[in-house]
């Protein structure tokens, strides 16, 4: 399902998807095309993208053609998914250590739904971070790892 979505290949297309489009969220998938779980959750983003195209703009990022984001969003574990409005890098409250991304596939097409319109309703208020309206039980858990503190 991957097929139906943008690639951004390099780090300058990231930053034109990031600083070009306006007045939606941005929805940057890193992970690789051939892993299993990455592949869900593009299906789960293609599904959906027709219903949201008016609030966002999915992209897909390949972790190993975009290592400066990689390292920037300190991606340790893939799928992860980072949101942007206008620029701004939306944080979202999981209910984990980690704000800056979701990691992990979606449980439901409309758990992904229900996230990007608390998103975009909270950035059109000026919010840079909101609370997730995901179930806690459908939001993967991991440990956040911290090399040489």
């Known amino acids: 399902m991957s097929f139906f979505l943008p690639k951004l290949s390099c780090k300058k297309d990231v930053d034109e998807a990031i600083k070009t489009v306006a ?4 929805v940057l998938r890193f992970g690789r095309d051939e892993d299993p779980v990455c ?7 293609s599904k ?3 219903d949201l195209k008016n609030m966002t703009s999915i992209y897909l990022v390949d972790v190993d ?3 400066v984001y ?3 969003f300190d991606i340790s574990y893939i799928p992860s998914t980072v949101f942007f ?3 701004q890098h939306m944080k979202v409250d999981y209910g984990s250590p980690d704000h800056t ?7 439901t097409k409309q758990d992904f739904i229900d996230l990007v319109e608390v998103i975009y309703r909270g950035a059109m208020r000026g919010k840079l971070i909101v609370q997730s309206p995901i179930d806690p039980r459908n939001i993967p858990k991991y440990d ?4 040489d503190i």
Do not use: A, M
Request: charged fraction near 25%.
């Open 39 to 45: 592949l869900q959750l593009d299906e789960i983003l």
């Open 101 to 107: 991304k979701f990691v992990g596939c979606f449980k």
């Open 85 to 87: 409005f206008n620029g």
């Open 65 to 67: 053609k975009v290592p």
């Open 23 to 26: 007045e939606k969220v941005v």
């Open 48 to 50: 959906t993208s027709h």
């Open 144 to 147: 956040l790892l911290y090399h």
């Open 70 to 72: 990689t390292r920037y």
